[in-house]
């Protein structure tokens, strides 16, 4: 792999604030953005796209949900485990982040946030034609139509961090490696 991690100091000028506000955050600088940071435009990009994403109405179990699908879905190891961390943190029931570890289409224990994966994956596979009756089904959840393209948000910004993890083989931080897995 030619993607190195790069450091602020080591990094395009433009990419520097970005990754010293990550560091503070997190209180270290993840590989995934230490790679990324080889184009200031796709790191300011994703930043800004997920701190969006992360302000929707969407409650934070349902936007994991929308995350964890694409993670499984585009086979990213870091995102899978980043966002286990995340769900973990939330106080998600185990049964359901060992389902959506698997990447399978079997019916996460809660129906609510199963309607969300299902929708995610009719999104997918419709490239956003879904069709009157998926739609329905979503919103019989309790969903809105703002969280149906809040859905879309999703998928847009974890497309993004999903392929430029695979592109760039950004590895699993130490910090997440008991998610891993």
């Given at each position: 792999?030619?993607?190195?991690?790069?450091?602020?100091?080591?990094?395009?000028?433009?990419?520097?604030?970005?990754?010293?506000?990550?560091?503070?955050?997190?209180?270290?600088?993840?590989?995934?953005?230490?790679?990324?940071?080889?184009?200031?435009?796709?790191?300011?990009?994703?930043?800004?796209?997920s701190?969006?994403f992360?302000?929707?109405?969407?409650?934070?179990?349902?936007?994991?949900?929308?995350?964890?699908?694409?993670?499984?879905?585009?086979?990213?190891?870091?995102?899978?485990?980043?966002?286990?961390?995340?769900?973990?943190?939330?106080?998600?029931?185990?049964?359901?982040?060992?389902?959506?570890?698997?990447?399978?289409?079997?019916?996460?224990?809660?129906?609510?946030?199963?309607?969300?994966?299902?929708?995610?994956?009719?999104?997918?596979?419709s490239?956003?034609?879904?069709?009157?009756?998926?739609?329905?089904?979503?919103?019989?959840?309790?969903?809105?139509?703002?969280?149906?393209?809040?859905?879309?948000?999703?998928?847009?910004?974890?497309?993004?961090?999903?392929?430029?993890?695979?592109?760039?083989?950004?590895?699993?931080d130490?910090?997440?490696?008991?998610?891993a897995?």
């Amino acid at each position: 792999m030619p993607f190195t991690d790069l450091t602020p100091a080591t990094a395009p000028p433009a990419s520097r604030r970005a990754m010293e506000a990550v560091t503070e955050r997190l209180d270290y600088l993840p590989a995934a953005v230490a790679r990324l940071a080889a184009s200031p435009h796709a790191l300011d990009g994703f930043l800004k796209i997920s701190a969006i994403f992360e302000a929707c109405t969407l409650d934070p179990l349902s936007r994991e949900i929308v995350v964890m699908t694409m993670a499984t879905r585009n086979d990213c190891h870091v995102c899978v485990a980043m966002h286990t961390a995340k769900l973990t943190g939330l106080g998600a029931d185990p049964a359901l982040i060992a389902t959506l570890r698997d990447g399978t289409e079997a019916p996460l224990p809660d129906q609510r946030l199963d309607a969300v994966r299902r929708f995610t994956l009719v999104v997918l596979a419709s490239a956003g034609a879904v069709g009157d009756a998926a739609l329905r089904d979503f919103l019989a959840y309790g969903y809105t139509e703002q969280n149906a393209l809040e859905v879309v948000l999703g998928i847009g910004a974890y497309t993004l961090s999903t392929l430029a993890n695979r592109l760039t083989g950004a590895p699993v931080d130490e910090q997440l490696a008991s998610f891993a897995g």
